[in-house]
């Protein structure tokens, strides 16, 4: 079984937000809670299948640096390393 972490950032593989990128809230056994900080925020996040994402196991440094003082992840943060991420891609 693949093991997600918190900050993990993935794409939606199925579904009508096909190709959409977010970052992991929390995984369960069958299910990931994802957000992006615009559509799905933290407080309300994206319920998917594991199987249903493609699932990227760098963690932003954005994000990362949130985590090691054990913060709870906000919007900003999340819209943010998307953004960077995507930024990366593009160079």
């Not at 593989?13 to 925020?41: C, P, T, W």
């Not at 440094?61 to 990366?88: C, F, G, P, S």
Request: glycine share 4%.
């Amino acid at each position: 079984m693949r093991d997600f972490k918190t900050g993990m950032l993935a794409v939606s593989k199925a579904g009508h937000d096909k190709g959409r990128l977010y970052v992991v809230i929390k995984a369960d056994q069958e299910y990931v809670y994802l957000a992006d900080g615009k559509n799905r925020s933290v407080c309300q996040p994206k319920k998917k299948k594991q199987k249903h994402i493609q699932i990227n196991y760098h963690i932003p440094m954005v994000l990362a640096k949130a985590l090691e003082t054990e913060q709870e992840l906000k919007d900003e943060q999340i819209k943010k390393a998307i953004k960077d991420y995507k930024n990366q891609q593009e160079v």
